[in-house]
Structures are given as structure tokens and as C-alpha cells.
């Protein structure tokens, strides 16, 4: 195969060798943080070994919270200087951040979860939780209907 001889790869042979799939290289191609060799005369895409290697790079930091948008930003800086040691800080700095607000979201979901499990297994008859779930629901939609005649009342 001429791709071969060239030490190029079609996208199905980068997927395989990286371990994802082509719609992935697709969407990295899209998001600009993998970029083709080039294309064959048929106009398939054609990628090298660093592409297998970039994959690898784009995984993990996916793996560590990085988002596609700071991977670019590692990957590509301005041409001729690699990405500063404080870019890089600030970048883990902001994720861990988000990291540990999700963390509290999360804790604080799993406490109503825990009370709510505790709160059925109790109850002689039906799950309470589910009277109180539609208690919620029905309370949301009287606030919404009163606000609504209140800003025909106002208008």
C-alpha cells in the first residue's frame, strides 16, 4: 500500500493503532486538535506516527479534566515557544476549581439521595419520595402561573 511506503496511515489504521474510533479523529479533526498529513489522490485522510502519539496525549488529558479547548492550547502554542510553566498552572489550577465545585454538587446530591433511599425504606406503604417529588413539581408550576397572571395584571 503507497500509504505504507510513505509511512502513512488512513484514519481506520490511526484508529486501530490508537485505540479509538474514526468518529473520535473525526471530531479531534473538527475541533482543531489533530490535524491530518495530508489526503490521498482518493481524498481520504493521511496521518503519521506522531498522530497515534497526539491521540495518546489527547486521551490523557481528556483522562485528567483538560478540555479540548486547553488541549489545543497545549498542543499549538504560537509556533516557536512551547506553552509557559504558568499557563500550564493556570489551566490545572481552573480545572481543579471546577473539579471541586462538581465534588460539592455531587456530595450534596448524594446527602437528598441518601435521605430520600432512607425516607422509602421506612415508609409502611407507598415510597413517599415519589408524593413529594410531584408535590415539588406541582408547587414550581402554581409559581409559574401566579408570576405569568402577575405580569399580564402588570402589563
Given at each position: 500500500?503507497?500509504n505504507?511506503?510513505?509511512?502513512?496511515?488512513?484514519?481506520?489504521?490511526?484508529?486501530?493503532?490508537a485505540?479509538?474510533?474514526?468518529?473520535?479523529?473525526?471530531?479531534?479533526?473538527?475541533?482543531?486538535?489533530?490535524?491530518?498529513?495530508?489526503?490521498?489522490?482518493?481524498?481520504?485522510?493521511?496521518?503519521?506516527?506522531?498522530?497515534?502519539?497526539?491521540?495518546?496525549?489527547?486521551?490523557?488529558?481528556?483522562?485528567?479534566?483538560?478540555?479540548?479547548?486547553?488541549?489545543?492550547?497545549?498542543?499549538?502554542?504560537?509556533?516557536?515557544?512551547?506553552?509557559?510553566?504558568?499557563?500550564?498552572?493556570?489551566?490545572?489550577?481552573?480545572?481543579?476549581?471546577?473539579?471541586?465545585?462538581?465534588?460539592?454538587?455531587?456530595?450534596?446530591?448524594?446527602?437528598?439521595?441518601?435521605?430520600?433511599?432512607?425516607?422509602?425504606?421506612?415508609?409502611?406503604?407507598?415510597?413517599?419520595?415519589?408524593?413529594?417529588?410531584?408535590?415539588?413539581?406541582?408547587?414550581?408550576?402554581?409559581?409559574?402561573?401566579?408570576?405569568?397572571?402577575?405580569?399580564?395584571?402588570?402589563?
Open positions: 500500500m503507497a505504507m511506503k510513505n509511512n502513512l496511515m488512513n484514519i481506520g489504521q490511526v484508529a486501530r493503532a485505540g479509538v474510533a474514526t468518529t473520535a479523529l473525526r471530531y479531534y479533526e473538527r475541533e482543531g486538535v489533530l490535524i491530518p498529513q495530508g489526503r490521498s489522490e482518493a481524498g481520504y485522510r493521511l496521518y503519521d506516527q506522531r498522530a497515534v502519539e497526539q491521540l495518546a496525549f489527547i486521551r490523557s488529558a481528556q483522562a485528567v479534566g483538560f478540555t479540548l479547548e486547553d488541549i489545543h492550547m497545549l498542543l499549538f502554542t504560537d509556533g516557536k515557544q512551547k506553552i509557559a510553566k504558568k499557563d500550564v498552572q493556570g489551566l490545572i489550577e481552573k480545572r481543579l476549581q471546577e473539579v471541586e465545585e462538581k465534588m460539592k454538587d455531587l456530595k450534596r446530591v448524594s446527602a437528598a439521595l441518601r435521605d430520600a433511599l432512607q425516607k422509602c425504606r421506612q415508609s409502611k406503604g407507598a415510597c413517599p419520595v415519589l408524593t413529594d417529588l410531584h408535590a415539588q413539581e406541582n408547587n414550581k408550576a402554581r409559581c409559574e402561573v401566579k408570576r405569568e397572571t402577575t405580569k399580564k395584571k402588570t402589563s
